[in-house]
């Protein structure tokens, strides 16, 4: 059984920032922030926009785009790190939507890698039988979750939604030719948001009795990231990746039309397209515009690419997300 992408649609907040008014709240400036990253401005939630929304509306217009109606939805998967509830939102966009046949919908969690798993994911569940029409959204608000006092780190982010739907096909019309995934915990120390620590620490004293008992609420530390590791690890594994999946799917290098890469540094996109020997033209980015968005970046901007013409039917793309965990993966598909 095939799989092919047959909608795309994304959303992202009303309010933006540019790098000046980062300027006003942090020592920077935009020079030093477009120079090393490519970014220029970012969208973040505010007001009564949240993610669940975004996600939504994306998903709207993806199967709007699709002509698939949202009764005929077999499978919603959320990609996201910053869930508004820590049980999932996916069923909350399946309520949103309105999906009488109560199809199931759940949440992975894989930063920004996250896109590009559900992606996997989907094609995976189509394949494996049972499941015709799948839902990806790649959705995340870390702003909620950035130092603003940290210029290290609060010059990178932006929040969005992006969605496709990926649907059964026959094998003639497979669109995913060839997959790379993986994960290294052990660098989870250059890039986290985690628990913190001694908030939860229940042990027993030297008595047998309990300390720390109830537990306080617990809550989340800010992104923690040592930018040169990331940016290390990225221009490491992510080609590799890219090689890895090429070779999977049996296509050389030469034959990718689009190079469409988790949106973090522009530094990055141009590293990663020179070792695969991909002129600029065939470079896809939108991340002045929008920052890293994680889970969200790669189908807001492929939406972008393909609602502007540039992205045409029957291309081939390949995309890499990569991020916190660390994980990373890579897919190379027909649009
Ligand atoms: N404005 C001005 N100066 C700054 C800023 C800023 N916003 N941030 C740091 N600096 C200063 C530093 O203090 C340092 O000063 P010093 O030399 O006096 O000590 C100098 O600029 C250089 O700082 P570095 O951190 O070494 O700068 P670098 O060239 O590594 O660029 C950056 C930093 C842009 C973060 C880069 O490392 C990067 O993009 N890494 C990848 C990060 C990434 O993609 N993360 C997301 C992964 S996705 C996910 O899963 C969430």
Redesign the pocket.
């Known amino acids: 059984k095939g799989c092919k992408l047959v909608g795309c649609g994304s959303a992202v907040p009303a309010l933006q920032i540019s790098n000046d008014d980062?300027?006003k709240m942090?020592?920077?400036?935009d020079e030093?922030?477009s120079v090393?990253?490519g970014i220029r401005r970012r969208r973040v939630l505010s007001g009564k926009d949240n993610l669940t929304s975004l996600a939504v509306e994306a998903a709207r217009k993806a199967l709007e785009m699709a002509k698939v109606d949202p009764d005929d939805l077999d499978l919603i998967l959320m990609c996201t790190?910053t869930p508004e509830d820590l049980f999932g939102s996916a069923p909350q966009i399946q309520k949103q939507l309105g999906c009488k046949t109560n199809p199931l919908s759940y949440d992975i969690t894989a930063?920004?890698?996250g896109f590009v798993l559900g992606l996997i994911s989907a094609a995976c569940h189509i394949r494996g039988g049972g499941f015709n029409n799948v839902l990806v959204i790649g959705a995340?608000a870390?702003s909620r979750y950035v130092d603003w006092t940290d210029?290290?780190?609060?010059?990178?982010?932006g929040d969005a939604a992006g969605a496709v739907l990926v649907q059964a096909c026959n094998s003639e019309e497979d669109g995913l030719f060839g997959f790379d995934l993986h994960s290294d915990g052990s660098g989870q120390r250059h890039?986290n948001a985690s628990i913190k620590e001694n908030e939860s620490n229940n042990a027993l004293d030297s008595n047998g009795s309990v300390v720390g008992f109830p537990p306080k609420q617990s809550s989340y530390s800010c992104?923690q990231?040592?930018?040169?590791?990331?940016?290390r690890f990225?221009v490491r594994c992510v080609p590799q990746s890219i090689e890895s999946a090429l070779q999977k799917a049996g296509l050389p290098a030469s034959s990718i039309d689009w190079l469409l890469l988790?949106q973090?540094?522009q530094?990055?996109i141009d590293a990663v397209a020179t070792r695969l020997e991909l002129p600029s033209e065939r470079v896809i980015s939108n991340l002045a515009n929008y920052g890293?968005t994680?889970a969200a970046s790669i189908p807001l901007a492929l939406d972008e690419a393909v609602r502007s013409g540039k992205v045409k039917a029957g291309q081939t793309i390949a995309t890499a997300g990569?991020?916190?965990?660390?994980?990373w993966g890579s897919a190379i598909l027909r649009w």
């Open positions: 980062l300027s942090v020592d920077t400036n030093w922030i090393r990253t790190s930063a920004c890698s995340d870390l210029r290290g780190t609060c010059i990178l982010f890039l992104i990231m040592n930018g040169k590791e990331v940016f990225a988790h973090a540094n530094r990055i890293n994680s990569f991020g916190a965990g660390l994980t």
